[in-house]
């Protein structure tokens, strides 16, 4: 590891949360929005990590980022299903 894989880490890291947020907003958006909700986290990741395209390495990482937040995402969906907190149903047509 050389002195950048602090940073390297550290953009991971924030890609994760990033990538976790946006799925989270996504799910919350109304039925005809929350269908694509998979597409949050990859505009998040490729927002917050632009250098996506500079080498196989970064993407493999970026792979890695996505899977990681959408883990984190479930983790709290399911940590606040545990808590009796449910998501908002959509309004009857």
């Given at each position: 590891m050389g002195a950048a894989a602090p940073a390297r880490r550290a953009g991971g890291v924030r890609a994760a949360?990033?990538?976790?947020?946006a799925w989270q907003v996504a799910v919350l958006l109304p039925p005809l929005l929350s269908g694509?909700?998979?597409?949050?986290?990859?505009?998040a990741v490729i927002a917050v990590h632009p250098t996506i395209?500079?080498?196989?390495s970064a993407a493999w990482r970026s792979g890695l980022t996505i899977l990681t937040g959408f883990a984190l995402a479930?983790?709290?969906?399911?940590?606040?299903a545990a808590l009796g907190v449910h998501r908002r149903q959509p309004l009857a047509a």
């Open positions: 949360v990033a990538a976790a947020l694509y909700a998979c597409y949050a986290p990859l505009g395209a500079d080498s196989a479930v983790g709290v969906r399911r940590g606040l």
